[in-house]
Every structure is written in C-alpha cells, then in structure tokens.
C-alpha cells in the first residue's frame, strides 16, 4: 500500500469516527447567528466550543405558533425553550423586552441539552453520580421538587439529561469535577448562574 493510500485509509478512519464534529463544522460554516443570538452566546459567558455547539444547534427564536409546532411542549411547564435531537436545533420562544435574562438563561440551558446530546454513554454515565449528588442538595426544595416531578412526567428517562442543563446553568458551587466539565462550554458559570436567580421555573427542555 503507497503512503498515499495510507492516508487515505487514515483520513476516512478519522472522518467515521469524527462524524458528530464534522456535521457540526458544516452546519457552523452554514449557520448566521443574529444579533440576539450572538447576545445570548456572549452573556452566558460561552467559550469557544461553547458557541461552537451553540451556532452548530442552528438556535432559531420562534413565535408562539412555530414554538409550539417544534417542541409540542404543554404550556403548565412554563418551559420557553426546547433542543431537538432529531433535527440537532434548538428553538427559543421570544418572551419580549424585560425577560432578557431568562432568554439567556435559556439558551445556556439548550446547549447544554446539545452537549450532552453529543456525549458518549460513558461520559454520560460518569456524570450521572455527580448531577444526583447535586440535586440531592435540594430535596428540602419543595419548588425544585415540584419541577423535577414536572419534567418526569413529560419526559420520562431524561432526568439525568435535565439535570445536566440545570445544574450547569442555575447552581452555584458545584462539585470541583463538574466545574471542570461545565468550564469547557462557560468561561464564567458563576456568572451564568447569577443570570438566573429567580428563573428556575422559566427554563426550558
């Protein structure tokens, strides 16, 4: 086999097992954000490979018919914003001037939906432990146990994956461990987590 061949070989191995990465760059380089979405990536602090898979989310602010349409959420939720796995987007519900915050918030909390969207099942497993831990510091909550009895019965099996997008955008001082995986998309959590004091019931799914 030439050298040529070699690496041709070892470029289509790369590409099969990089192809999450590579429809992400493609749909980056075929995305524009608008100014409020490019906003919304700038308040929450976002790194680079956050807004990487922000812009690869494809993040569209829809009305109330077309939100409805895409993420069929019941409105008792309350829930504003939805990722969907299957068209790897996510969709935010325009609430209008004075709910800039929770707009932002919400954004933050769909891409971590995306993110772990594109994690492995190992990586998800290991993560599990740590998020139960973290929400175990809220059992006294009887609001933050109303919620999660919500999103269970809506969406039944998507706990763990609810609580990565919570914890990641509305808890402060998390486990050492967390805080390192959260600082891959974050620059400033801390100051994500500020944004959201007071919308916890206003998130999305």
Not at 14 to 41: F, H, K
Not at 53 to 82: H, K, N, T, W, Y
Not at 135 to 152: T, V
Request: net charge negative; glycine share 6%; charged share 20%.
């Amino acid at each position: 086999m030439t050298a040529l061949a070699i690496i041709g070989v070892l470029v289509a191995i790369w590409a099969v097992s990089n192809t999450n990465r590579i429809m992400d760059q493609v749909a980056v380089w075929q995305y524009s954000p608008s100014p409020t979405i490019e906003g919304y990536a700038e308040a929450t602090t976002m790194t680079e490979e956050g807004r990487f898979l922000f812009f690869a989310s494809r993040p569209m602010i829809a009305d109330a018919a077309e939100f409805d349409a895409q993420c069929g959420i019941e409105q008792s939720v309350g829930a504003i914003g939805c990722y969907r796995p299957d068209f790897r987007t996510i969709f935010l519900y325009d609430l209008g001037p004075g709910f800039e915050n929770v707009e932002q918030v919400t954004a933050a909390h769909e891409l971590l939906h995306a993110v772990w969207d594109r994690l492995s099942d190992a990586e998800q497993n290991a993560l599990e432990p740590l998020l139960e831990a973290e929400a175990a510091k809220r059992a006294d909550d009887p609001e933050w146990i109303a919620l999660m009895a919500q999103y269970a019965q809506i969406e039944p099996g998507e706990r763990t994956n609810e609580l990565h997008s919570f914890v990641g955008s509305e808890f402060s001082q998390i486990s050492p461990e967390l805080e390192a995986h959260y600082a891959r998309y974050f620059e400033d959590r801390e100051a994500l987590v500020a944004l959201s004091s007071g919308v916890v019931d206003l998130g999305g799914m």
